[in-house]
């Protein structure tokens, strides 16, 4: 059976939308990731900013958005979602669905769509029951629309009657069967997980600076993952030009000694730590305060080693779950079998240098008492979850 995973909420005019507050915190909490899209009518009836709140994701209102790469939300959003779900649909909106009008960006969204669309109509009896209401509907269901309700009873008018929408529980429940789909797996939920990313940079004076190359995308993709599958995840990054999960909790750092401290303040009650970060091994002695001036003799950094942010949290009396990663220039297998034993951790996962940093994609081997499990090449976010299902597994 299919997976819903990705679904656009699309939210037209009507007074049941602050029942699409409530159907977007279910869909989230059950695992689906929510895309709002609001007609200016809509936004009348219900903001935005509680929909970014509860959808844990920036909504989008306009048709001309210059965040999106192309520039072109309606083609963007719909190639990303498994099905869009207008609820509440006005009477109009159904109307404009009839017709193909695309003169917002919600009504452009369903019209460009490559994926299933289901609509929960919500309007007074006497709007639904109409002639025109009626013509549209039998049009759109010849049109392949899936149409969830109307349900009956008391409506905001003071009417009874058929026309209110579907509860949210209901419209998840029709939603799935609509789809003959189910909801993804969350084989984490409930879980806590710590994840380092990034790099550290060790400051020399206030310009200068010895750092890691990493781009963090490795330890995103996890903490991406991560919530995907149910986790409630603390991110603890070195800097990055990456943005993180809208769901994650994020402490940002610079050096090794500031992500030692802020892994050690939230490491309580984390079920699994996954440091995914390249901490600096070393840090300088005694940075200079001021700018270091050139001159033509031999410049001297002492340096002094960092403290293992892995190894310090795996001695820890209540211990985590730890997962190392150990990028190699040679000798994978043997120098990461090396330190997960060193570092008495559970599980480490080894990559190649020249296969990892900076890309978008990733070939891991897992590193556990059961010998090595190798992952196929593929994007970081898949192997996260590939990743992620192992260490699930294993608990
Ligand atoms: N690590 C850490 N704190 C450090 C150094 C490393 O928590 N000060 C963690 C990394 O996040 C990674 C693992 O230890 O999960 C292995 O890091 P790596 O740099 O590959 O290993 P090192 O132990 O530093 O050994 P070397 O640099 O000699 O390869």
Request: net charge neutral.
């Amino acid at each position: 059976m299919k997976k819903i995973k990705h679904l656009v909420l699309g939210i037209t005019g009507g007074i049941a939308a602050y029942k699409a507050a409530e159907l977007a915190r279910l869909l989230v909490k059950q695992g689906i990731s929510v895309q709002v899209v609001m007609t200016d009518a809509a936004c009348q009836f219900i903001t935005p900013i509680t929909m970014q709140a509860l959808s844990g994701r920036a909504v989008h209102t306009k048709m001309w958005d210059a965040s999106i790469a192309n520039g072109m939300p309606h083609i963007e959003l719909s190639r990303k979602a498994d099905a869009i779900l207008v609820a509440p649909a006005s009477a109009d909106f159904m109307a404009k669905l009839v017709h193909g009008n695309a003169d917002d960006l919600l009504s452009t969204l369903c019209l460009a769509r490559d994926c299933p669309l289901l609509v929960a109509p919500a309007m007074n009896k006497q709007m639904w029951e109409s002639p025109a209401t009626q013509r549209n509907l039998t049009q759109l269901l010849k049109d392949g629309v899936m149409i969830l309700g109307p349900d009956s009873g008391v409506q905001a008018c003071g009417e009874t009657g058929l026309g209110r929408m579907l509860e949210p529980e209901d419209l998840l429940a029709e939603l799935l069967s609509s789809l003959n789909a189910e909801l993804p797996a969350r084989p984490l939920t409930g879980k806590r997980i710590l994840i380092t990313a990034g790099p550290t940079i060790e400051k020399i004076d206030p310009v200068r600076a010895i750092t890691n190359l990493s781009s963090g995308k490795m330890g995103y993709s996890i903490a991406e993952a991560a919530i995907e599958m149910g986790a409630e995840v603390t991110l603890v990054s070195g800097p990055t030009n990456l943005k993180a999960p809208d769901l994650a909790k994020v402490v940002t750092v610079e050096s090794g000694a500031e992500m030692l401290n802020a892994v050690m303040a939230n490491i309580t009650n984390q079920d699994i730590f996954i440091s995914v970060a390249a901490v600096a091994d070393y840090r300088v002695a005694s940075p200079s305060t001021e700018k270091i001036k050139k001159s033509n003799a031999a410049l001297n950094i002492e340096l002094v080693p960092n403290e293992d942010i892995l190894a310090k949290v795996a001695a820890l009396p209540n211990t985590p779950f730890c997962v190392g990663f150990a990028a190699e220039s040679e000798n994978l297998l043997a120098y990461a079998e090396e330190k997960r034993k060193r570092k008495h951790i559970p599980l480490i996962v080894a990559n190649l240098v020249s296969e990892a940093l900076g890309r978008d994609e990733s070939t891991l081997t897992i590193l556990d008492d059961q010998g090595a499990h190798p992952l196929p090449k593929s994007s970081k976010l898949k192997s996260a979850h590939a990743l992620l299902m192992h260490i699930a597994n294993m608990l």
